[in-house]
């Protein structure tokens, strides 16, 4: 198990290190251990996207082989696993960027509100499905230009990218907000994107995804080049827009996982080993290669 998360409270004296149960787990209940949260009312979650026995390979290599989940608003899945486990490609097939490359070939079905993703045209795919990659990539304009550029191209007519409009100001405005971004950089909206730090071009691009009204939010590492600071700006953005909208994150992070994630699928040489809660996969694991990468015996 990753190590307990612990809070310094300043105005009490300092505790222990929970003890550790026989098969290495911290004790479930221990002082100072912060526990995932509760399962979310069955009311609150629905299915969004379905997939369902996919196996993905590039050129002959099968690097995801026979996976079925579900992806749920109201819920973050976390896919967790070693580096060429498939995660990020499976994550990348979930709005179809894995045809871009060569030699990708594809078996299975996924499903987004029952509808085949392959029968739908890419863009507007690529719209209900967002993705928001490891590296933060916002475009080479200004902070307004980067979330209006995505408005535009959401809302009809086309080709009025720059002109500032009411709606389209409020509608900026209110994007930002929305990814926490909005009150650092409100007095400065016309400087350049490439000027702001790491952390908060990851969440500029994050508005940029939002800024298209997304059903499912695909997020590939976005924190693993940020600082602790950063992280928790975006996990706390993360654990709202759940309610709105699915989210699948990929991360190697095991504690961001079990902090964020209401489910956890974990996948070792692109198979699918286990999926479950969050508390399960991480405090009673089923299977054998799980309980060695959660502890720490590989990764």
């Not at 060429?84 to 060569?102: V, Y």
């Amino acid at each position: 198990m990753p190590p307990p998360i612990r809070r310094i409270d300043l105005e009490s004296e300092p505790t222990v290190a929970p003890p550790r149960t026989d098969n290495g787990a911290a004790a479930p209940g221990a002082a100072g251990f912060v526990h995932v949260r509760p399962p979310r009312p069955a009311s609150s979650v629905r299915d969004r996207m379905a997939i369902e026995s996919v196996w993905l390979a590039y050129g002959d290599n099968w690097v995801v082989r026979d996976v079925s989940l579900s992806v749920r608003q109201g819920e973050v899945l976390a896919l967790i696993g070693a580096s060429g486990s498939g995660k990020t490609t499976l994550l990348r097939s979930l709005n179809r960027l894995t045809e871009i490359t060569t030699g990708a070939a594809r078996s299975g079905r996924v499903t987004l509100d029952g509808t085949d993703i392959h029968e739908l045209e890419v863009n507007h795919l690529r719209r209900r499905v967002s993705m928001v990659f490891q590296q933060p990539n916002p475009f080479p304009m200004s902070i307004f230009d980067n979330v209006a550029y995505a408005l535009a191209e959401q809302r009809p007519p086309r080709g009025r990218r720059r002109r500032r409009t009411p709606e389209i100001e409020h509608a900026v405005q209110d994007v930002l907000h929305r990814a926490g971004l909005y009150d650092e950089v409100a007095d400065d909206l016309d400087r350049s994107a490439l000027k702001l730090s790491g952390g908060q071009q990851q969440r500029l691009c994050i508005a940029r995804a939002l800024a298209a009204d997304p059903e499912v939010l695909l997020l590939d590492e976005p924190c693993s080049a940020l600082d602790p600071l950063s992280t928790q700006v975006i996990e706390d953005l993360i654990l709202k827009l759940r309610d709105e909208m699915a989210v699948v994150i990929v991360t190697h992070n095991l504690q961001q996982a079990y902090r964020i994630a209401d489910h956890v699928a974990f996948m070792y040489l692109g198979e699918l080993v286990e999926y479950g809660s969050a508390r399960q996969i991480f405090e009673a694991p089923r299977e054998q290669r799980t309980r060695d990468y959660v502890g720490g015996a590989f990764g």
